[in-house]
């Protein structure tokens, strides 16, 4: 069984930055793809940025040159780098592993970015 912890999400001053985490537990899984999605209230979830396992990445068009995603295989654990933070950032942050069988989910953190 696969778990998804995150961390990192808070509350900050637009051009402030944060830094999110996902850890993936789970014995003998080797993950594929790894992503950050979001959803504002009201809005679909979206892709954020995503990782693969030979670690090409891309990004959705609003966080270009802003955010960085990066991976650590040794500790599962997925990141986002988010710097000069948007109040349209503002959103629920979800973390999401592939592996060979499925993907999983995580519960989500709040990023909330005041103007």
């Known amino acids: 069984q696969v778990q998804l912890v995150e961390s990192g999400g808070g509350l900050v001053q637009a051009g402030e930055s944060l830094r999110l985490s996902c850890v993936a537990s789970g014995s003998g899984v080797s993950f594929r793809s790894m992503a950050w999605y979001r959803q504002a209230p009201g809005r679909q979830r979206e892709l954020v940025a995503i990782?693969?396992?030979?670690?090409?990445?891309k990004y959705a068009d609003s966080v270009k040159g802003r955010f960085t995603i990066d991976r650590d295989n040794a500790k599962n654990t997925v990141y986002l780098q988010m710097n000069s933070l948007k109040p349209e950032d503002t959103a629920v942050y979800y973390c999401?592993?592939?592996?060979?069988?499925?993907?999983?989910w995580g519960q989500g953190t709040q990023v909330t970015v005041n103007s």
């Open positions: 990782i693969t396992s030979s670690e090409s990445t």
């Open positions: 999401y592993v592939s592996s060979q069988a499925r993907a999983y």
